[in-house]
């Protein structure tokens, strides 16, 4: 009953909410109401009291008449006020808690994801070193099994500066290093790793341009790079690929990197950015992440004066496309 209250507490409180705020609603208008009839009995009373052969008898009427539209303006324009305050109350409010709600769930998906991400290379590590502890391998066998525990290491690595740059980017900690980068050996650094790691699944570079330079911070750019590639193999699999191509045009740097995957809904392309976002059930998702990456790879574009943009490879899979200022070399 209490996971069926968490996973419908946004519902519920929508409608408790709701509910609240047509009842102060109503109760505004029933007492608009009452104080319009209130002033326009006020008024026939005094206008009884008046002796029509009263010399100031028209005068009297007059401002009668004048108190009485006074009052009833009075009681419009304060009773417009308070209902526009609550509305706009109102829906900031809630906008705020739906806000939150969300993001509590986000995180909750988040640390889910990170104890997934975390068990599943410390497992495999910790196996292949017991193997080699208990087990007379030839050398191959060992440098298989070292091989693979290198590769887990460096999962773990790459998560761990993901988490640890997000919350100093948030933070506001992190100081950005604007240096020359020669673009393009980075980009081809952060291929020959993606080959090396996946060597089942299918890189191709199909254009990537020498001699590129770009001013900024060599580890935020690498890791947006990686991410991206990353991201690519994970939602396009073996039998796809990923295709990365990197040109200057004019005073600007174009890189591209495409998947074959099964792509992403307009909707979500709004909101794949979006910190600890992620498609989808973090119980029945079956690809791997923390919901950082892209996240971080927006982040670290943006603080550098750049534009990351993510549409529709026809006829399957995504383009993220990143523009960039070039840096003539030194």
């Known amino acids: 009953m209490r996971s069926l209250y968490k996973r419908k507490r946004l519902t519920v409180i929508t409608i408790a909410y709701w509910f609240l705020l047509t009842y102060i609603l109503t109760a505004l208008v029933f007492w608009f109401i009452s104080l319009l009839k209130q002033n326009e009995q006020m008024s026939s009373y005094k206008m009884m009291q008046l002796k029509m052969d009263q010399p100031d008898y028209i005068n009297r009427v007059a401002e009668i008449e004048t108190e009485r539209r006074k009052k009833e303006f009075q009681y419009i324009g304060e009773g417009a006020t308070f209902m526009l305050l609550i509305l706009v ?8 808690t739906r806000k939150q709600i969300r993001l509590n769930n986000q995180q909750q998906n988040f640390m889910m994801a990170v104890t997934h991400e975390l ?3 410390i497992a495999v590590a910790k196996l292949n070193l017991e193997t080699m502890l208990k087990r007379k391998l030839e050398g191959a066998q060992q440098e298989k099994l070292l091989d693979n525990t290198l590769k887990e290491a460096n999962r773990l690595n790459d998560l761990c500066n993901n988490i640890l740059l997000a919350s ?3 933070s506001g900690n992190y100081l950005l290093d604007n240096q020359e980068i020669n673009f393009t050996e980075l980009v081809y650094e952060s291929v020959d790793y993606f080959k090396t790691r996946f060597p089942a699944f299918t890189i191709v570079e199909e254009q990537i341009e020498e001699g590129i330079y ?3 911070d060599d ?8 991410n991206l590639i990353d991201n690519a193999i994970k939602y396009s699999g073996r039998q796809k690929v990923v295709t990365i191509s990197l040109k200057k045009n004019d005073s600007n740097v174009l890189l591209e990197i495409k998947d ?6 307009g909707a979500e392309k709004k ?5 600890f976002y992620r498609s989808g059930n973090e119980n029945t998702r079956q690809t791997k992440g923390t919901g950082l990456g892209l996240y971080l790879t927006k982040k670290i574009i943006k603080d550098h004066s750049g534009i ?7 006829p399957s899979g995504c383009i993220f496309a990143i523009t960039l200022h070039t840096a003539e070399p030194a």
Do not use: C, M
């Not at 109350?89 to 705020?96: E, L, S």
């Not at 074959?260 to 809904?265: A, H, L, N, P």
């Not at 990351?308 to 026809?314: A, G, P």
């Open 260 to 265: 074959e995957g099964e792509g992403i809904s």
């Open 168 to 170: 100093q980017i948030d």
């Open 89 to 96: 109350g109102a829906v900031f409010v809630y906008r705020a």
């Open 271 to 275: 909101r794949i950015f979006e910190k």
């Open 308 to 314: 990351i943009k993510v549409t529709d490879n026809i």
């Open 119 to 121: 068990k599943t290379p």
């Open 214 to 216: 770009v001013k900024g």
């Open 219 to 226: 580890l935020l750019l690498q890791l947006a790079v990686n």
